[in-house]
Each structure stands twice: as C-alpha cells, then as structure tokens.
C-alpha cells in the first residue's frame, strides 16, 4: 500500500518520521491544498480575504491570555477561515487507518539508549 514513511497516501499524503524523543507528522499535502484554496479565494475576493487576514491579526495582537474576549473572537474567524478552504480535518480511510496506527505504534515503541546498550554489556554506538 504505501512505504514505512508514508503509511497515508490519501486523500492527503501523511508522512512519518522517528525523532529522538517521538515522531514528526508531516501533513504538509493538506496544507498546501489548503493554501492553494485560500490563494483561489483571494485571486476572486482580494479585499474579502485580505480583511478577514486583517482582523485575525488585529484580534490575536488584543488577545490577552487564553480567555479573553478578543482571543475568542480571533479563534471564530480562524475557524471560520479554515472551514471556507476546506477545515483542518485529516481524514484518513480504511486500511491507511491501521497503517498508520502500524507506523506510530513501532515508532512509539521505547528505544535504549547509547548508555543503557554498553550497560547492558553491547557496545555504545
């Protein structure tokens, strides 16, 4: 279906990295077809999109800690934005699900470390 690194290929490819600590989640497939969808609306409302852009900044620079009314504000046009290009849901469908649930499962698995190897009587890498 798909190589270790990329257990989804679809709709959106999702691509999966070990980091020392974890994973990465690569999900930049979506967000580029969010952008390009955000560029087609402003290519057809410049000034629409632009205000909306406009007031999310003015409202995130007002906000004041996570419960003030201008950072609510700003969270509901985000969303509203996001919803208009296509949401911030990755969907992922049938086997991928397991595939994916596959990759992060052996990349979440604990791994020793240099100093636990040699203490354990292998050599230190």
Do not use: C, W
Request: aromatic share 2%; no cysteine.
């Amino acid at each position: 279906m798909s190589n270790d690194r990329t257990p989804v290929t679809g709709p959106f490819r999702v691509y999966i990295d070990p980091t020392p600590g974890g994973v990465t989640l690569d999900v930049s497939h979506m967000i580029t077809a969010l952008l390009r969808q955000l560029a087609q609306d402003a290519e057809e409302d410049p000034q629409g999109v632009l205000d909306d852009l406009r007031s999310i900044a003015e409202l995130d620079r007002a906000s004041r800690g996570s419960d003030s009314h201008a950072g609510h504000e700003r969270d509901e046009q985000v969303q509203r934005l996001l919803d208009s290009i296509g949401g911030g849901k990755l969907p992922v469908y049938g086997g991928q699900v397991l595939a994916l649930a596959d990759r992060l499962r052996v990349l979440g698995e604990p791994k020793a470390v240099p100093a636990q190897r040699a203490a354990e009587g292998g050599a230190a890498a």
